[in-house]
């Protein structure tokens, strides 16, 4: 993953807010449009605009891209460290969660096919079973969180991981996440946050999870 201020000659490297690439009610009725709009213009902007101040008196580390950040998240000084950990992580894990959704009911397929498709079968067994395992990682992350498909040792496995966390801070790969923090999905479920995870697997996009997967591996 990158983002787009990798591009142009600014000497300064600052963060900046990925548009959606897509509408804001565009996962209704499944995801809706409000909680879409609070989530990614407040949340997610807010993380940006919070990365960025953390890194406004270190132009060193403002050379990075956030993924170098948080894979050497041990070596950022000790002062800013949780703010880049925190911030830092949201950036990079909602950078990821809006690529892999789309709108669901015209092209959804229900499953990966091709090389994923065989990868999850081969890891979990079946493509039901790793359904249920991702679901019960989301389910069973007390407090706020994220559930991960991942290669970790070069083996793919499910984590899930507390606040903005994400596995590239102790060398995991991940390709494939969902945000189980209670504003990703409060005003429409409340408290029913099985019935969110449950409702999100009708907007994946399974072609850019497919994507992520070969640049993981
Ligand atoms: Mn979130």
Known sequence: MSHAAGQGAAPQMTHTLPPLPYSFDALEPYIDAKTMEIHHDKHH???????????EAHPDLQKLSVEELLAQINKVPENIRTAVRNNGGGHMNHSMFWKIMKKGFDTFT?????DLGNAIKSAFGSFANFKTK???????????????????DGKLVIESSANQDNPI?????????????????????QNRRLEYIEA????????????NYFHAK
């Open 45 to 55: 902007g807010a993380y940006v605009t919070n990365l960025n101040k953390a890194l």
């Open 110 to 114: 229900g499953e990966p096919g091709g």
């Open 134 to 152: 991702f679901n019960q990682a989301g389910a069973t992350r007390f407090g706020s969180g994220w559930a991960w498909l991942l290669f970790r």
């Open 169 to 189: 801070m102790d060398g995991g790969k991940a390709f494939f996440g969902l945000d189980v923090w209670e504003h990703a999905y409060y005003l429409k479920y």
């Open 200 to 211: 999100w697997w009708n907007v994946i996009n399974w072609d850019q999870v497919a994507e």
